[in-house]
């Protein structure tokens, strides 16, 4: 009776994991060029952000925070990423109510496709040491 209940105990643990699915199998190297290309110019070559990136800027948005382990893109969930990449941070603040915070994150729908954002998130997940990855797929929902 003991050990069946450790295989269900562990059973339910496995199908609860975390996720970091979405960029599992990526192209890191191509998601580390199109960074390079699109992303860099702002976010910084070496994913530093710009400078006093916690203060605003004097239109009031906030400056391109740090993609490395500094600042807190790991502390977001792939999907919203995914949507502030796709769609520009105003819209994704918008659509959760957040109106007290001004983005100047464009949308790159129209620049990159979806699989390239996906491998651009891939690449900068895979600058970060072990445990900021984990603790980052933790805030994923568990995929069945």
Not at 107 to 112: D, H, P, R
Not at 116 to 142: C, F
Request: glycine share 10%; proline share 7%.
């Amino acid at each position: 009776m003991r050990s069946s209940n450790l295989v269900l105990i562990t059973l339910v643990y496995a199908s609860q994991a975390h996720g970091g699915h979405e960029l599992e199998g990526r192209d890191v190297p191509a998601g580390a060029q199109l960074y390079v290309e699109h992303c860099a110019s702002c976010h910084g070559a070496e994913l530093e952000g710009e400078p006093d990136w916690q203060t605003p800027n004097s239109d009031g948005s906030m400056p391109a925070p740090p993609h490395d382990e500094t600042g807190h893109t790991w502390h977001h969930d792939n999907q919203l990423l995914f949507d502030y990449t796709r769609i520009g941070g105003q819209a994704v603040l918008s659509a959760l109510g957040i109106d007290d915070v001004k983005s100047g994150m464009p949308g790159f729908s129209e620049v990159l496709t979806d699989a390239e954002i996906w491998n651009v998130l891939a690449y900068i997940r895979s600058t970060w040491p072990d445990r900021i990855q984990e603790v980052q797929a933790m805030r994923n929902p568990p995929h069945q």
